[in-house]
């Protein structure tokens, strides 16, 4: 006779294991699947892309213009190191990511700026002259 129970044998264990393997291999899936949030504006003479990547460096960025396609990426390797005096741990953190935009045709793409600073990288690419909003004028009549 076959007897199918619906309860774990080992309750605590199950859910140990569960807890050890399924939450850090999910963890790792989120930290490795990180892409930064963006934010992105139009303004009366420019552009403004805000990518939000804290604890990085203006040095792990590389930002690149091909066909009106701006590309910015990231790839970033740590490695920490622990000894103790019976065992060394080694942890290894590795961060990649890559965000593409198609630029408008009122962009102009001489004109493209970068800033680093508290954890926001900051892309500004300035309208062309024909494309920013003029200011209100009046228009006398003959």
């Given at each position: 006779?076959?007897?199918?129970r619906?309860f774990p044998?080992?309750?605590?264990?199950?859910?140990v294991f569960?807890?050890?393997?399924?939450?850090?291999?999910n963890?790792?899936?989120?930290?490795?699947?990180?892409?930064?949030?963006?934010?992105?504006?139009e303004?009366?003479?420019?552009?403004?892309?805000?990518?939000?990547?804290?604890?990085?460096?203006k040095?792990d960025?590389?930002?690149?213009?091909?066909?009106?396609?701006?590309?910015?990426?990231?790839?970033?390797?740590?490695?920490?190191?622990?000894?103790?005096?019976?065992?060394?741990?080694?942890?290894f953190?590795?961060?990649?990511?890559?965000?593409?935009?198609?630029?408008?045709?009122?962009?102009n793409?001489?004109?493209?700026?970068?800033?680093?600073?508290?954890?926001?990288?900051?892309?500004s690419?300035?309208?062309?002259?024909?494309?920013?909003?003029?200011?209100?004028r009046?228009?006398?009549?003959?």
């Open positions: 006779m076959l007897v199918k619906n044998v080992f309750p605590t264990f199950d859910r569960d807890d050890i393997f399924n939450n850090d291999i963890n790792i899936f989120d930290k490795l699947n990180t892409v930064p949030a963006v934010n992105i504006k303004r009366d003479k420019d552009f403004v892309i805000e990518l939000a990547a804290p604890g990085m460096k040095e960025f590389e930002i690149e213009l091909d066909n009106n396609i701006l590309t910015v990426s990231s790839k970033k390797k740590e490695e920490k190191v622990e000894e103790k005096s019976n065992y060394t741990k080694r942890e953190n590795y961060c990649e990511f890559q965000r593409m935009f198609t630029l408008p045709e009122t962009a793409i001489e004109d493209i700026k970068a800033e680093y600073s508290a954890g926001i990288l900051v892309l690419i300035a309208k062309k002259p024909e494309a920013q909003i003029q200011p209100k009046k228009i006398d009549i003959n």
